[in-house]
Structures are given as structure tokens and as C-alpha cells.
């Protein structure tokens, strides 16, 4: 069974930080791109960031740079999205989503439940 679990999510005050974990299990883990997502209400899901366990290859997008950092540990199939200075913006549901080979901007064929992100001001 296909399971990707996100964890970390939480209550933060404006320049705090967050590290968010997913944990796949049930496909092959070091043949995948995983991927953050980010959704908040009213609003349309947004791409955060992507890594390819293939090669190591990162995607940001452009209101994170240089403020969050994907990272993953194959030996423990989890992908790691270390936030810093957060902002009352980046209040949103964070999704992991996987997708066999590169990172792609549209399509992943498995999706976590998501983890709450509140940015306090």
C-alpha cells in the first residue's frame, strides 16, 4: 500500500521555523521526485518545492527561495522541507505528492493527507 505521511506542521509566530517530514512507504523510493505543495483557502494549490531522488536535482518556487530547503534521506524514504523565517503567507495545508522519474510541475501519482501550516503575525 502507497503511503506518503506528512508531519510537522504546527502554530509558528512570523520569523519562526518549521521542518516538515514525509514518509513514503510502498513504492520505490530512490526512482521518485517528491515534492511539497502548498494550498491555502481560497486560494489555487501552489508548488513549493521538488527533489529528485534519482539525482538530487531541487525545484523552489519563486516565494520560497532562499527561505525553505528540501532535503531527502533515502536510507529512511523521508524528504524533508526545512522552513525559515516564516511568513503570515505562508499560512496553508502542505501536501507531499510522488511521482516516478523527474520532478514534474503537474502531475504526481500519490498525494499525502496534508499538515496544517499557521504563521502566526
Known amino acids: 500500500e502507497v503511503q506518503l505521511v506528512e508531519s510537522g506542521g504546527g502554530l509558528v509566530q512570523a520569523g519562526g521555523s518549521l521542518r516538515l517530514s514525509c514518509a513514503a512507504s510502498?513504492?520505490?523510493?530512490?526512482?521518485?521526485?517528491i515534492a511539497w505543495f502548498r494550498q491555502a483557502p481560497g486560494k489555487e494549490r501552489e508548488g513549493v518545492s521538488c527533489i529528485s531522488n534519482i539525482d538530487g536535482a531541487t525545484v523552489y518556487g519563486a516565494y520560497v527561495k532562499g527561505r525553505f530547503t528540501i532535503s531527502s534521506e533515502n536510507a529512511k524514504n523521508t524528504v524533508y522541507l526545512q522552513m525559515n523565517n516564516l511568513k503570515p503567507e505562508d499560512t496553508a495545508v502542505y501536501y507531499c505528492a510522488a511521482v516516478g522519474g523527474p520532478c514534474r510541475p503537474d502531475y504526481y501519482d500519490y498525494w499525502g493527507q496534508g499538515t496544517q501550516v499557521t504563521v502566526s503575525s
Open positions: 510502498g513504492f520505490t523510493f530512490d526512482v521518485y521526485a
